[in-house]
């Protein structure tokens, strides 16, 4: 919920790319936290109560003028990449941290690729090297 409009810049960037690649809307389930620090809690609740093929955490968390940054990007980094290692599907880190707003908005930009767009091509492309990992062990 903080920096909204950057946030729905990288989920229009991301449901774009979704649907470039044959993806439909109706099969994406998006979840809204307060900010950055309830994502890996939220992905692990996801994960306990279904069954996605893979999960984005989009997000942007700008530098301030205090600490507060770099204890939250740096323990919702964390918390993702721990997931992540744990997890059989792909768990994609989207958020954005910048320095400053301006940083963030242009890297959510809708006009072409963001990063967003890059995270989602980032899953569909990790479900495949699942898939082919899971195949191969299977012979």
């Not at 649907?19 to 939220?42: C, L, M, N, Q, W």
């Not at 992905?43 to 968390?61: C, D, W, Y």
């Not at 940054?69 to 721990?82: L, M």
Request: proline share 4%; glycine share 8%; net charge negative.
């Amino acid at each position: 919920e903080f920096n909204q409009p950057i946030i729905e810049n990288l989920l229009r960037g991301a449901l774009k790319a979704f649907a470039h690649h044959g993806g439909k809307e109706s099969d994406i389930s998006i979840y809204r936290v307060p900010g950055a620090f309830e994502i890996p809690g939220t992905i692990r609740q996801i994960m306990k109560f279904h069954n996605p093929h893979a999960i984005v955490a989009l997000g942007a968390v700008i530098r301030g003028e205090t600490p507060h940054f770099d204890y939250i990007a740096g323990e919702s980094a964390r918390g993702i990449a721990e997931i992540s290692r744990n997890a059989n599907i792909p768990v994609i880190n989207g958020i954005l941290t910048t320095d400053t707003a301006r940083q963030a908005e242009d890297r959510s930009q809708v006009d072409g690729r963001n990063k967003g767009w890059d995270a989602i091509e980032a899953a569909l492309q990790t479900i495949s090297i699942y898939q082919e990992i899971f195949s191969a062990a299977k012979c």
